[in-house]
């Protein structure tokens, strides 16, 4: 009882310097009935279980969230994930979706872009501009935001192996807008376990991979302090058909590997896990993926304070974007695919995300039009302004279910981590398959349950009707293809070609020397060397993996 | 029998191999003996696999939007390794439209999200048997028309063409009478109905008299429904049964083929009776 009252009274005293900091959305927060909403309900009878499992919200072990008054506070960030063809044409994608109320940018590149090849390499024949913007030089970058304020909004970039390329040229944007890298606020996902173990644009092998990572950590401790420097993602293992269960485990896996990494390269932890950030699913079971979060932001807090001994809270809060599940959307009566994304997405309100991305009906069958990417966008802000789910913190806290389903998450979670450490970490068990062969027998054991009907998939194993036809689906100019290529050759033609030379020498001499590459890689981006310009030089040096 | 061989591949630099490895599991599950490229093949080296391998049949995978590149490709490939005769299938995210260019430029078939993996299974397996059930039909045996009176749609035909009806019977299965007049090489059946519940009564009150259906004469009728079916077409007959001149027939839901409905006939094979379905 002791324990709860002076939990209690800290959890009150945080709020008010958190409302005095930032005053809440509104006065009071009230049902249609009238009720005033409290901004947190406790029990009334605590045990001690209470304050070491659960606790009050923006305090450890942070199962009810990482913020003192979560949404009432400040809505979670609408971050939806944009981009294809021309940085022209994903610029002005950019600016509908800011004019349409999205309060974050999340940026799609190209499969070429993210393996590290320039749009006229014979490898990127038939990808360029297709999953995302293609981006060669920072001449492309600097069309992509143009006429947007990288001091106002943050950007999320889904960029991996080239990471430090592209985190490069976007300071080096920011820097011609007037603004400082210690300004710039966003992300970059940088996380190449997963690449090897679902998501496929990996160019490195695991070691260098590491490296660079962690190059990425130091630089930004020193240079860009409020960018998110990794967004440690359990979403495309899950899409690859990981269980949640499966999705936490191998995410924190990961998280741990990149932590210890880091801290081995001398960083002392407090000084890069608060730029540390996560990105999960949000799938179909409704109650267990609002666990999943919750039970995540648990494991995180207790692994980074007793097994990394951090002391700094923001090393201990898991902050997560969160995007709905894009392997549920079918391509059958598509219409189906919005109710599946509100649910999705209600749930990961439910758990407490920091951003979040809700797909569009349409994406089973190619990238969204203006107008079903508008209809993703406005599900979230029903949520956010019309469900009264963001108007008290956590409102499944406490329920026998969802606390039941929380505690067994991170219990099996947590068997399986064991497995993963006992075979030496997230590295090896990537390398030597297991986390592959684990994945891929949870898809196919989906599979089979779907075909046989002991999970039924609505429109497409039940209650199908003839389909009526496709609607009006994206298609993305193909003759920009063309014209981007010419871009690149007379940007080879123009530039200077003495400084890309050298600072392409001098890059190639600091991956052998071991020092920091962020800073070489950001010269060779200023005189607008290439991503494949770049990316060669280390993958000589380097090597490839070879899935 | 020698087991079918199949290689599994992703061209290109996508990434999202799930689909595939499925696939592949399944066909495992299967009793093929399935070969998985890994990811980022080129087509070319799609190709030298597939022949020094010595598969039945290449599946690919895209979900990046860039199939319209890189399938053609692999046709292309194949043709220059003098190894064409290997049928190629796909799957992925791939819009209508883009299916039919596909197709129409030589790959067997487009497979899209929600396939069930026993119908990939099904119809690779018929690919590879070469097997007479997948052939393309013969030709077209005789185009179906729904009259109210054989006698007076006949005389038309008498009149304007000189064309006569050679053969006339009733067909009880269906309520139906039919007259088949002879244009050379595709006949055309008049079909009358004897009874107010036979189904071309039903067509004529829905939709009046005029073209009914056309018939496609295959071989081994049964498979062939075994086939369609396994591979999610509709049929309105599961099993054979009479269609009169001693053939047997079976028709085809008119919504797998956008409306026009389709009648399969086997030259003979009828004994008279309605077959038992199986």
């Not at chain 1, 492309?140 to 990471?163: G, K, R, Y």
């Not at chain 1, 920091?354 to 599900?379: C, I, V, Y």
């Not at chain 2, 199949?6 to 689909?19: E, F, N, Q, W």
């Not at chain 2, 696999?49 to 979900?63: F, H, M, R, T, W």
Request: with cysteine.
């Amino acid at each position: 009882m002791e324990d709860f009252r002076s939990a209690y009274e800290t959890w009150q005293k945080k709020v008010k310097a958190q409302i005095e900091k930032r005053p809440e959305r509104r006065d009071s927060f009230q049902s249609t009935s009238g009720f005033e909403m409290e901004r947190l309900y406790v029990p009334d009878r605590i045990d001690s279980a209470y304050i070491a499992k659960q606790g009050f919200p923006g305090d450890f072990p942070y199962t009810r969230g990482i913020r003192p008054t979560m949404y009432r506070g400040r809505l979670w960030t609408m971050r939806q994930y944009a981009g294809f063809g021309s940085a022209e044409e994903t610029n002005r994608r950019f600016k509908y979706l800011l004019d349409e109320g999205q309060t974050g940018l999340s940026a799609a590149f190209d499969l070429p872009t993210q393996i590290g090849y320039d749009s006229d390499d014979a490898m990127a024949e038939g990808e360029v501009g297709k999953v995302g913007v293609a981006i060669d030089s920072l001449e492309d970058m600097e069309i992509l935001f143009d006429d947007i304020s990288l001091h106002e909004v943050s950007t999320s970039m889904t960029i991996n192996a080239p990471a430090a390329v592209l985190l490069a040229m976007y300071t080096a944007v920011a820097e011609k807008q007037g603004v400082p890298p210690e300004k710039i606020r966003g992300t970059i996902q940088n996380d190449i376990l997963k690449e090897y173990a679902a998501r496929g644009t990996y160019i490195y092998p695991p070691a260098p991979s590491m490296r660079l990572i962690t190059d990425i950590f130091s630089y930004c401790r020193q240079e860009a302090p409020k960018f998110n420097t990794i967004s440690i993602s359990g979403y495309h293992i899950r899409e690859a058909g990981a269980t949640a269960v499966q999705e936490l485990a191998f995410t924190l896996s990961n998280a741990k590997a990149y932590v210890k990494a880091a801290v081995e390269s001398g960083l002392p932890v407090d000084e890069f896990a608060p730029q540390l950030a996560f990105f999960f699913n949000g799938h179909n079971h409704f109650f267990e993926e609002a666990a999943k979060f919750r039970a995540a932001r648990r494991m995180w807090a207790s692994m980074m304070k007793d097994e990394f001994h951090a002391e700094d809270p923001k090393s201990m809060q898991l902050r997560f974007h969160t995007q709905v599940a894009g392997s549920t959307l079918t391509a059958q009566q598509p219409e189906n695919n919005i109710i599946r994304v509100s649910l999705q997405a209600l749930a990961a309100v439910l758990g407490g995300t920091q951003s979040l991305h809700t797909n569009a009906k349409d994406e089973a069958l190619s990238l969204p039009t203006e107008t079903s990417a508008r209809t993703a966008l406005r599900t979230q802000q029903i949520i956010a302004h019309e469900s009264g789910a963001a108007d008290t913190v956590d409102p499944l806290g406490g329920s026998y279910y969802v606390e039941a389903l929380t505690d067994k998450l991170e219990e099996e979670a947590l068997r399986y981590m064991d497995r993963i450490e006992e075979m030496g970490g997230a590295v090896r068990a990537v390398e030597e398959r297991y986390v592959q062969r684990e994945i891929q027998r949870a898809a196919y054991d989906t599979q089979k349950k779907q075909e046989s009907g002991q999970e039924i998939v609505v429109g497409v194993n039940q209650f199908r009707t003839e389909e009526e036809p496709q609607p009006d689906l994206l298609k993305v100019d193909e003759t920009f293809v063309a014209e981007q290529k010419a871009r690149l050759k007379r940007l080879r033609e123009t530039r200077d070609q003495k400084a890309v030379d050298s600072c392409l020498e001098t890059l190639r001499e600091t991956c052998l020397s071991g020092a920091n590459v962020m800073y070489p890689i950001k010269e060779a981006v200023k005189v607008y060397a290439t991503v494949g310009e770049i990316c060669g030089v280390m993958r000589d040096i380097f090597g490839e993996y070879n899935g | 029998m020698k087991r079918i061989r199949v290689l599994i591949a992703k061209p290109g630099l996508d990434g999202h191999d799930r689909g595939a490895l499925v696939i592949a599991q399944a066909l495992r599950d299967a009793g093929m003996e399935v070969i998985y490229t890994g990811l980022r093949q080129s087509p070319e080296k799609i190709v030298r696999a597939a022949v020094q391998e010595d598969v039945d049949v290449i599946g690919l995978s895209s979900l990046s939007g860039a199939h319209n590149t890189l399938f053609p490709a692999v046709m292309e490939a194949l043709k220059k390794a003098d190894a064409s005769d290997i049928p190629v299938i796909g799957g992925g995210v791939i819009p209508q439209e883009d299916i039919i260019h596909l197709e129409s430029i030589g790959v067997a078939r487009i497979f899209t999200p929600g396939t069930p993996t026993k119908a990939v299974a099904a119809y690779i397996q018929q690919l590879a048997g070469g097997s007479s059930d997948s052939a393309p039909p013969k030709r077209i045996e005789h185009i179906g028309i729904a009259v109210h009176s054989i006698e007076e749609t006949a005389s038309f035909y008498a009149a304007a063409f000189q064309l006569s009806a050679a053969h006339v019977e009733e067909i009880p299965s269906q309520k139906v009478r039919a007259a088949f007049i002879d244009c050379g090489s595709v006949y055309l059946e008049l079909i009358e109905p004897t009874d107010d519940s036979s189904p071309v009564a039903a067509f004529l009150k829905k939709r009046g008299p005029g073209l009914h259906h056309i018939a496609f004469e295959v071989s081994d009728l049964k498979k062939r429904i075994t086939a369609l079916k396994e591979n999610g077409f509709p049929m309105i007959d599961e099993a054979p049964r009479s269609g009169g001149r001693g053939h047997s027939i079976a028709f085809m839901h008119p919504k797998a083929s956008g409306g026009t409905l389709i009648e399969l006939m086997e030259e003979g094979a009828d004994d008279g009776h309605v077959r038992e379905t199986e």
